[in-house]
């Protein structure tokens, strides 16, 4: 069975371009989460959502960043106008439901020069 | 809102030697409780959880945890250290939500020859 798969694993931005993190949740998960991890910190929340829905985005900076679980395909964490403070590493989780523990991606590591 | 701390930012044991990683929570209820173990690089792989009853868990890799509810305490065990076990610890709590998780600040862990 395939695990929570994350592309691309590596990304170079410029200042001021748009990136696009995916994520293909477990089969049969319709939970997906996205954290995002500074250099030398842990990991922060920043939105959960279901298929076609957001169910909470209270860790979402307001402006630049959306996410969307599309009822085909994989998640989308989209930073439009990136800023160097955007660089760090991206996980996305999913679980079969809000009650059962999330099985975590290898993550997408956003470098912005 | 919950919050964890661990507070032992790196750990330095023997090859051999015991182990406790810990970490401390807090939440007016019991919380979902978890472990998870990253190495440089990767994602995280979780090592082991506490929803509700025993309050010793058994993990991968011969880690183990207790849940202290007097003491809002998960410390993470292990009897004895491997050398393929140095990485970064982290402690995460859930409230509501198993999958939207607080996470503490990590503990790095290296384990001398």
């Known amino acids: 069975n395939a695990g929570v798969m994350q592309n691309p694993r590596h990304l170079v931005r410029r200042r001021g371009q748009e990136a696009r993190l995916r994520c293909s949740p477990v089969?049969?998960?319709?939970?997906v989460y996205w954290y995002r991890q500074l250099p030398e910190e842990g990991l922060k929340f920043m939105v959960y959502l279901q298929k076609e829905n957001i169910i909470d985005e209270s860790g979402m900076p307001k402006e630049r960043f959306s996410a969307e679980f599309p009822k085909e395909g994989p998640s989308i964490l989209r930073i439009q106008q990136v800023v160097r403070g955007d660089s760090a590493a991206y996980f996305c989780a999913s679980s079969v439901t809000e009650n059962t523990e999330a099985f975590f991606g290898q993550g997408t590591r956003l470098t912005v020069v | 809102a919950q919050s964890v701390t661990q507070p032992d930012i790196h750990i330095t044991v023997s090859e051999g030697a015991s182990l406790e990683l810990r970490c401390n929570y807090s939440y007016g209820a019991t919380p979902y409780l978890f472990w998870y173990v990253q190495s440089p690089g990767q994602g995280l792989q979780l090592l082991l959880k506490y929803f509700s009853g025993d309050t010793l868990v058994q993990g991968i890799k011969g880690f183990e945890a207790e849940f202290k509810r007097s003491q809002s305490s998960f410390n993470l065990r292990k009897p004895s250290v491997h050398w393929s076990d140095a990485a970064e610890y982290f402690c995460a709590v859930g409230a509501t939500n198993a999958g939207k998780s607080t996470f503490g600040d990590g503990t790095t862990l290296t384990v001398k020859p």
């Open positions: 089969k049969g998960h319709s939970h």
